[in-house]
């Protein structure tokens, strides 16, 4: 990772993309997506994870995070997508009715053959930028692009209807995933 997208404060926000391989569109079955909150919710709870908003979209997902100081915000992240990219696979590989099941797995094959760390498969591409929102109009701007995301790409017409998002809590509802306010 390049030194400027380093994480340097732990204890800041950070905007966040995870980004599948190929921008492979693999959230569009809810069973995956649960896997993934599921595995942020564990990490709030075991590693000290912290989400100011999140947004899972088909093919990627932004988040603002930071860490307690339990664990380095970049181990939660590298466990985060290390344990996310082996339960999904799974999940993948069995469920009968995923029609490319085959392509998503052989393309996510062939890309973890070519680093050794990938232990042949890869469905996280590696980079995930963070941006650390060190004031009040960094953290503004993007908390709004993260829950405008989905209207943007025409899947809704408002933020707080797309499920899978932290747009739900700040306008009152309850969301998936425990959030830390950012306003």
């Not at 595995?39 to 997902?61: D, F, N, P």
């Not at 339990?70 to 696979?89: A, E, G, H, N, P």
């Not at 890309?111 to 980079?127: A, D, I, T, V």
């Not at 989905?150 to 209807?161: E, L, M, Q, S």
């Amino acid at each position: 990772m390049s030194r400027k997208y380093a994480i340097r404060d732990q204890h800041h926000f950070h905007f966040v993309t995870f980004t599948v391989v190929r921008w492979i569109d693999v959230f569009i079955r809810n069973e995956y997506k649960d896997i993934f909150v599921e595995s942020v919710r564990y990490c709030q709870k075991e590693k000290g994870l912290l989400v100011g908003a999140w947004c899972i979209m088909t093919s990627h997902v932004h988040m603002i995070i930071a860490s307690d100081g339990t664990m380095l915000l970049q181990d939660i992240v590298r466990d985060l997508k290390s344990y996310t990219s082996r339960k999904i696979k799974l999940a993948i590989d069995g469920n009968s009715k995923e029609s490319r099941r085959e392509w998503m797995l052989e393309t996510m094959r062939f890309l973890g053959s070519f680093k050794p760390n990938n232990k042949g498969f890869q469905m996280w591409q590696h980079h995930y930028h963070p941006i650390e929102l060190s004031n009040n109009h960094l953290i503004d701007q993007r908390l709004g692009y993260v829950h405008e995301n989905p209207v943007v790409a025409g899947f809704v017409d408002n933020p707080v209807d797309w499920t899978y998002s932290s747009a739900r809590d700040y306008e009152g509802q309850s969301g998936k995933i425990e959030i830390c306010f950012l306003e």
